[in-house]
């Protein structure tokens, strides 16, 4: 799951970029100075512009809140807030960080429930990364009921995206055509043909192979 999300982050997926030549100038001197360990400079820069709503700012300045070494600027719980909120507008580096926090277990890491809440959040608005994720959790049960109303629903949200936004949109696609075909009683086989020639035209040579088993 964390290697898709940081292909889509490689893909550029990560949210509003910055607002203007100055900010960015302020971002890299925060982030500079937060590297090298200047956590006081670096907050005085990044504050200002995670205030004004860079996702990216905002995980930087969460980042110095869970920083020990911050010493007066500790506050986790703030920091988790702030990942959290950037991750629900669309900084998957943010969500990482949360899931990180989450695996370690601390009094102030999220829960599963939390990240299941930022995935629905940014699946909801169409992120095809976030819904293929979610079509995961209710196809094999992690974390969630298993549901194959809501995989199905989520699934449909990752095929929707081009191939080129979203690699796995094929894959969705195919998974969305097996599952119809394979409802038992419930089956909608014009479904699974519909979906299978979507999944063989995005490249997905089994559903090429489906859709000849499923004619005439």
């Known amino acids: 799951m964390l290697k898709l999300i940081l292909a889509a982050i490689a893909l550029g997926l990560t949210g509003p970029a910055f607002a203007g ?4 100038s302020s971002m890299r001197n925060g982030i500079a100075a937060y590297k090298s360990g200047d956590f006081h400079q670096a907050q005085e820069l990044l504050t200002p512009i995670a205030m004004a709503g860079n996702l990216r700012a905002k995980r930087y300045v969460a980042y110095i809140l869970l920083d020990h070494d911050a010493k007066d600027a500790f506050d986790p719980d703030r920091a988790v807030g702030l990942l959290s909120d950037a991750a629900k507008h669309g900084d998957y580096a943010a969500l990482i960080k949360l899931e990180e926090l989450r695996r370690e277990g601390l009094a102030f890491s999220p829960s599963l429930d939390d990240i299941i ?4 959040h940014r699946a909801s608005m169409g992120d095809p990364v976030l819904a293929w ?3 995961k959790r ?4 992690d974390g969630v009921a298993p549901s194959n109303e809501e995989a199905i ?7 929707a ?8 949109s094929g894959e969705a696609a195919y998974k969305l055509c097996m599952m119809h075909a394979r409802a038992g009683a419930s089956a909608d086989m014009r479904a699974a043909k ?3 020639a979507e999944a063989a035209i995005r490249g997905e040579a089994a559903a090429a192979v489906m859709l000849g088993r499923l004619a005439p």
């Open 21 to 24: 030549d100055s900010q960015s």
């Open 117 to 120: 809440e930022v995935e629905t």
């Open 133 to 135: 994720r979610l079509a």
């Open 138 to 141: 209710y196809e094999y049960g």
């Open 153 to 159: 629903r989520w699934l449909k949200v990752a095929a």
């Open 161 to 168: 995206a081009p191939v080129t936004e979203f690699p796995k």
């Open 194 to 196: 519909t979906w299978c």
